[in-house]
């Protein structure tokens, strides 16, 4: 019997029992996976829609608590969501009928929805309540309904259990008949087992000996020698013989696959040479310029490649004949002729026909090839054209002992193919330079010719120039002295254009910066009297050193402004006695800070001989030694600052004030320059430091005004010694006066103008002590108009007027104060910014003096500029009185008591 009847009829057996298995265990799967589907089917979704009408009764609860509880929240949403939930309460009890058949579990679903629409009905009138305002009720009943909602939760979870516990039966029921299943299947595996391993076993030693002949050749076969494999000799007629067969053909079709592996290796080898030798030629090819020094370094590196021993590289000129660039061999002027026409001998016609020739083998003596020990002659030839664009423009010629292998002729072509661009690119690189040569040279020529005419351009113009410089001697006088006057008139006119300009430059900018200054100063001030008892120490210590801060910007400000005093030679001194030991305390509590800051050590110290007490302007001073002082601190980066106070004991002065530093000192040679406005050391320590260089000029100038004098001694790198030398202030004889008028474009002391003889001599009697708490109750309860555009100075001006029990209202413009005094007969004052958009100061003030109600309306005009003739042009256009920015609180309260109580006694 064939071993194929004997496994048809083994593996017949084998079906048929893993057929009868295969039912059974389909059968059984298909059992329990109904069981599985009704669980999940029945019981999992009715616990599911159990649970979704327990989440939407508990969101519907939420929302009640929150539409009753927080109804400043409500919103649509709410009762939205509500409507949403009831709707898909309603929809799971109506899936749970659908999907539940058994009658105690349906009962139980009916008696839940009959609880869900009396819980339904409860919420219909709670909202009814809540709609209709009344909320307490609602809430009440939502108490009561919490009862009825518990009961409904309890049926839910109850539902929930008794659908568990159904399911936990149908799960027991599953596993019983699982293990059934398991039991029977096992007993038919036992049986199929030994059915099967009988026919194996009769099978297998049937099979056994045949397959020993073939597997006894397999194992001969060495995996090293794919080349010759043993064949399989069997002589019996049946499958085994097949399998022979099948694998001689196989040995057989193995032995070709290994041959074309090898010849595939070969040309994989062969082409990487190929692209290996191309690149390393192309690499060496590369910066070239000259044709012969290509050609020449194009065969030392072609002919080794190739092994050839002779070569010879031309280039097709003027299109007719063949001119040897480069040869190899030993002695290049042997090899090769300088000249070759087009179609002469086999290199020409190699270029007239673009076709490579080989000539293999050489007749005797063709050509020869020398070394140091004999000559012999070549065996093959071969001429490749250089073609570019299609067009043949040079040829190769190479020479070698032996054939030329095919390797070596596809790398030739190859080369050949690639070997036109390259000398093109030389050729055209050559045509480009002496292009460029060409050009140069003609430049050059062309530029010669310009000078050449322009030469005589110039003597022609010399020529000219001569005959008509009698003609123009003869009235050059006359013009000259018309341009004199013409120049000297422009002068004049450019004097007071810039010195109007610069006047219009000084007085803008104090109005740019003063204006936020006066909000600054105005605020900080407040804060620090702390007139609420609501600040710390240590805040108010913060507002007081902003107060200070912008009072010294205000100080830096009236820096630049004193330039122009001091260019003009007009600036006044206010002289006054002073104690050193203030000045002392003034210069710790500005400094020590800054000290602490950069990590320096700062001492202050007063000679014991040193007078108590110096009579000069207390400003300047302080001015003088800020300056000083800044500088110190700002060139000294480790060390100390020393401020020393101690007696001249010269005849001109009083006091010596030094400042002391370990800063970066000043050269001898600059000590003087750094006094020039605008300068400082040098340009490094301006960029390093920063500043104007303002300070030592002011300072040395303000000096001299006090009647003393500034001395520095400094070493470079060592730090500087400044001292100010001051005598005693002569006392001035009008000391005790009110108005403060400048001569000067702008002052340091805060400007505030009585133009009033009545008002002026009132003053005394109405700011004195005895009349304090009565003049306080004049700013009481009055109506104050602001009319500024600055928000920042309405808040700060309306805060510190609030805080004297004073009404405020403003307005943004002059246009709109005049509406405002029309629309409110109740405002006693007018405080009227000067620069503003739509209608400014001036002439709001004119337009109001024109109504005859105002015509005595106290108007006090507030404005950043500090120019003299904006006092006069304030007063003219109709303002009580005039105060410069920043204001000063003080005053500003004092000038508005005078005017309003002298308005109260008019009234």
Excluded at 216 to 241: F, G, H, W, Y
Excluded at 537 to 556: N, R
Aim: charged share 25%.
């Amino acid at each position: 019997m064939k071993i194929k009847t004997k496994l048809l009829l083994g593996f017949a057996s084998i079906i048929t029992i893993v057929l009868f298995i295969g039912v059974y265990v389909l059968f059984s799967l298909n059992e329990q996976r109904n069981e599985l589907t009704n669980i999940v089917n029945e019981n999992y979704e009715r616990v599911s829609y159990a649970n979704d009408i327990k989440f939407l009764n508990e969101s519907i609860a939420t929302n009640l608590r929150e539409m009753l509880l927080f109804e400043e929240t409500v919103e649509e949403s709410i009762l939205y969501d509500i409507k949403q939930s009831r709707s898909g309460i309603s929809v799971a009890f109506d899936s749970l009928r659908d999907i539940t058949t058994n009658e105690e579990t349906r009962s139980n679903i009916s008696h839940l929805s009959i609880l869900n629409e009396q819980y339904d009905t409860r919420i219909n009138d709670m909202i009814s309540l809540y709609n209709n305002g009344d909320t307490q009720e609602a809430i009440a009943l939502l108490e009561k309904n919490n009862e009825l909602r518990a009961e409904l939760i309890a049926g839910i979870l109850e539902l929930n259990e008794n659908e568990e516990l159904t399911m936990q039966e149908a799960i027991a029921q599953s596993d019983e008949a699982y293990e059934r299943s398991l039991i029977i299947l096992s007993s038919l595996l036992a049986i199929s087992i030994i059915i099967v391993s009988s026919i194996s076993v009769s099978v297998i030693k049937s099979v056994n000996k045949s397959i020993h002949k073939v597997r006894s050749v397999m194992t001969a076969v060495s995996t090293n020698s794919k080349e010759k494999l043993p064949r399989i000799q069997v002589k019996n007629n049946d499958e085994i013989a097949d399998i022979a067969n099948a694998y001689n053909d196989m040995a057989a079709s193995l032995e070709q696959s290994t041959e074309n592996e090898k010849k595939l290796n070969q040309s994989l080898i062969e082409d990487n040479w190929i692209k290996t030798s191309y690149a390393q030629l192309a690499e060496d090819l590369q910066g070239y310029h000259e044709v012969h020094k290509f050609g020449e370094t194009f065969l030392r590196h072609l002919a080794p490649l190739v092994k050839a021993t002779y070569g010879v590289f031309y280039l097709i000129e003027d299109g007719k004949y063949l001119y040897k660039q480069a040869a190899y061999a030993t002695d290049n002027t042997d090899i090769g002729k300088e000249r070759i026409a087009i179609g002469q001998g086999l290199a020409g016609q190699c270029a007239a026909d673009k076709t490579v020739m080989v000539v293999d083998p050489v007749p005797d003596g063709y050509a020869t090839t020398e070394s140091g020990i004999g000559q012999a002659s070549t065996r093959a030839l071969v001429i490749l054209p250089i073609v570019f664009e299609k067009r043949v423009i040079g040829v190769l010629e190479l020479a070698k002992f032996e054939s030329f292998t095919q390797l070596q002729m596809n790398l030739l072509e190859q080369v050949c193919n690639s070997l036109g661009t390259s000398i093109q690119q030389i050729l055209d690189h050559i045509k480009i330079s002496d292009l460029l040569t060409e050009s140069q040279t003609t430049t050059e020529e062309l530029q010669t010719q310009s000078e050449e005419l322009q030469q005589q351009q110039e003597e022609l113009r010399m020529i000219n120039e001569k005959l008509h410089e009698q003609y123009k001697e003869s009235d050059q006088k006359t013009k000259e002295l018309e341009k004199i006057k013409e120049d000297l008139e422009e002068k004049n006119k450019s004097i007071q254009l810039s010195s109007r300009y610069k006047s219009e430059f000084l007085a803008n900018m104090s109005h740019e910066l003063r204006t936020p200054l006066n909000s600054i100063l105005i605020l900080s001030q407040m804060l620090s009297e702390n007139a609420n008892g609501n600040l710390s120490k240590k805040q108010i210590e913060h507002a007081e050193t902003i107060y200070s801060s912008g009072k010294d910007l205000l100080d830096l400000i009236n820096d630049i402004l004193d330039l122009s005093k001091i260019e003009s030679g007009k600036v006044e001194v206010y002289p006054e006695e002073l104690f050193i030991e203030d000045m002392r305390a003034f210069v710790e509590r500005q400094f020590h800070p800054i000290a602490e800051q950069k990590g320096l050590q700062f001492n202050c110290y007063i000679h014991q001989e040193t007078p108590s007490i110096l009579y000069t302007d207390d400003q300047r001073l302080k001015q003088i030694l800020k300056n000083l002082l800044s500088n110190a601190f700002k060139f000294t980066a480790q060390g100390t600052v020393r401020f020393e106070v101690h007696p001249s004991y010269s005849e001109s002065t009083k006091v010596v004030f030094s400042i002391i530093d370990t800063g970066i000192g000043i050269p001898p040679e600059k000590q003087e320059s750094v006094f020039e406005a605008f300068h400082q050391g040098d340009g490094t320590t301006t960029r390093e430091y920063g500043g104007t260089g303002l300070g030592l000029s002011i300072s040395r100038e303000l000096a001299n005004l006090l009647g003393g004098r500034i001395e520095v001694v400094s070493e470079d790198g060592k730090g500087s010694t400044f001292s100010l030398y001051l005598p005693d202030y002569d006392k001035m004889s009008d000391a005790d006066f009110v108005i403060a008028e400048s001569e000067v474009a702008s002052t340091n002391e805060d400007i505030v103008t009585i133009t009033n003889p009545e008002i002026v001599e009132k003053v005394p009697s109405i700011v004195g002590e005895e009349n304090v708490e009565k003049t306080k109750a004049v700013l009481e309860n009055k109506v104050v108009l602001i009319v500024d555009d600055d928000m920042r100075n309405v808040f700060a001006l309306t805060a510190a007027l609030e805080s004297q029990n004073m009404e405020v209202v403003f307005a943004e413009n002059g246009s709109d104060a005049i509406e405002m005094l029309e629309g409110n007969k109740t405002i006693d004052i007018v405080l009227m910014d000067i620069m503003m958009p739509v209608m400014d100061g001036y002439e709001a003030m004119k337009a109001i003096r024109t109504y005859e109600q105002f015509k005595e309306l106290p108007i006090i005009a507030l404005t950043a500029k500090a120019m003299k003739n904006d006092r006069e042009k304030c007063i003219q256009a109709g303002a009580s009185d005039y105060i410069s920015k920043p204001v000063d609180m003080e005053q500003l309260l004092s000038l508005m008591k005078v005017w309003l109580y002298e308005d109260r006694k008019r009234g």
